[in-house]
């Protein structure tokens, strides 16, 4: 039996960083830490952290319980989104890349910094969703990832929904006009 999709890439991701790995949020003191503080700035804004949302940090992959429960083809696609943050950080610099995310402008309400990091992991979301599910798969995540932009999810990073859609249609444009002409081949999810 082949490996999964999802499997490949994480051979990939640690071929490129020896030091990633995937570890459970719930099993890590600072990531409960993590949970309570955001709920506690965000006034209950960002309250799954700890369970919805998954995050590269220190080189790793932070999972919430819900990993477990994931297809191949969605964790292929997240991963695909947090290779994104690793190579920030490989770029950036751990220290850089946190202060970039936190700070400017604004740690809540309009933090520019984390936004434009955002954006970047985000296209490779949309590229990565188009390329398996199709480019209509890419575009219905449309509402959920521009409320992430201007609520309380990431501390409302970027509160005007006219620019976040414009950055959406400007990465569907780029990806619906792929070098390879048409639509991305659509990766069809076998035994599961």
């Known amino acids: 039996m082949s490996p999964l999709l999802h499997e490949r890439l994480l051979r990939e991701i640690v071929a490129e960083f020896p030091s990633f790995e995937v570890r459970r949020k719930r099993d890590d003191s600072l990531q409960r830490v993590i949970h309570v503080v955001l709920k506690a700035v965000t006034l209950g804004g960002q309250r799954v952290y700890l369970t919805g949302y998954y995050t590269a940090m220190f080189g790793k992959l932070w999972v919430p319980d819900s990993w477990a429960q994931l297809g191949d083809l969605d964790r292929y696609v997240l991963l695909r989104h947090e290779r994104v943050h690793l190579r920030q950080r490989a770029r950036m610099g751990e220290l850089t890349m946190a202060f970039v995310y936190l700070v400017p402008f604004f740690p809540l309400f309009l933090a520019y910094g984390r936004a434009r990091l955002e954006w970047e992991a985000y296209t490779e979301t949309l590229r990565a969703t188009a390329e398996v599910f199709g480019?209509?798969?890419?575009?219905?995540?449309?509402?959920?990832?521009?409320?992430?932009?201007?609520?309380?999810?990431?501390?409302?990073?970027?509160?005007?929904?006219?620019?976040?859609?414009?950055?959406?249609?400007?990465?569907?444009?780029?990806?619906?006009?792929?070098?390879?002409?048409?639509?991305?081949?659509?990766?069809?999810?076998?035994?599961?």
């Open 135 to 192: 480019v209509d798969a890419a575009e219905a995540l449309r509402p959920r990832i521009v409320s992430r932009f201007v609520g309380g999810d990431y501390g409302w990073m970027w509160p005007f929904p006219a620019r976040v859609h414009r950055w959406f249609d400007d990465a569907m444009s780029e990806i619906r006009n792929c070098p390879v002409g048409g639509n991305p081949p659509v990766i069809k999810e076998s035994g599961e």
